[in-house]
């Protein structure tokens, strides 16, 4: 059962144009939400985040959005670079017990910015 | 102030064979967790340790474990490996929830 999904494995946008990567989700009890961007061979690195107490995050050519309601998020990335061409993945957070955490990790879109 | 560190970087072991893998977290950072990737299932959890305790765990075989030291270094072993197994295992340490700060991963291939 996969509680975190991305339906679109890829997307293709011109440079300076908008990319907007989208992200669903079933647990209900998710509270935080996050992007992370991965090169090939490397870690994921930490893009943005957003609590479920906020509809909206931006940081920079960044911006995240939750609609609660939908259980959808999206990450808008304007303009695009051809830098910003990697695998994003949506990652969702919920406390569970004992102090514990544990992320639940969407599969991935890969974005290719074309120059 | 470094990074997540793994190592080793590439591994190859032969099937039945076992492996043991290593994190050092951030400095300061006192939770490690465990992430398994392969190009099917995405990343998925594997464990998380804080203070030398596991805290949770995933749906993984018993083959799957991993242990924390006192200065929170963390290691992973896979036992009886299978061909299944080759995968990017990452690690991420956390100061405080849920922002998770990922090592470059593993690279283990069962042949």
């Known amino acids: 059962d996969q509680q975190v999904k991305q339906n679109s494995p890829s997307l293709s946008v011109q440079e300076g144009r908008i990319s907007i990567l989208n992200c669903d989700y079933t647990n209900s009890m998710f509270d935080y939400f996050l992007w992370y961007k991965k090169y090939p061979a490397e870690g994921p690195t930490f893009l943005i985040s957003i609590s479920s107490i906020k509809d909206k995050n931006e940081d920079g050519r960044f911006t995240v959005f939750l609609n609660k309601s939908a259980k959808h998020l999206s990450l808008h990335i304007v303009p695009s670079q051809p830098g910003d061409s990697a695998v994003y993945f949506c990652a969702a957070y919920a406390y569970s017990g004992a102090g514990s955490y544990q992320l639940t990790f969407g599969k991935g879109t890969k974005l290719s910015v074309i120059p | 102030k470094a990074g997540v560190t793994q190592t080793p970087r590439y591994l190859i072991k032969t099937r039945g064979q076992q492996v043991t893998l290593s994190c050092s977290p951030i400095?300061?950072?006192?939770?490690v967790s465990w992430y398994q990737q392969t190009p099917g299932q995405g990343l998925q959890f594997l464990f998380e340790y804080f203070s030398e305790t596991q805290r949770n765990k995933g749906n993984f075989p018993g083959r799957f474990s991993g242990r924390q030291f006192s200065n929170s270094r963390s290691e992973m072993n896979v036992s009886t490996l299978e061909l299944g197994d080759s995968a990017l295992y990452l690690c991420?340490?956390?100061?405080?929830?849920?922002?998770?700060?990922f090592g470059q991963g593993t690279r283990l291939t069962v042949v």
């Open positions: 400095s300061g950072h006192r939770s």
């Open positions: 991420a340490s956390s100061l405080a929830p849920p922002e998770a700060f």
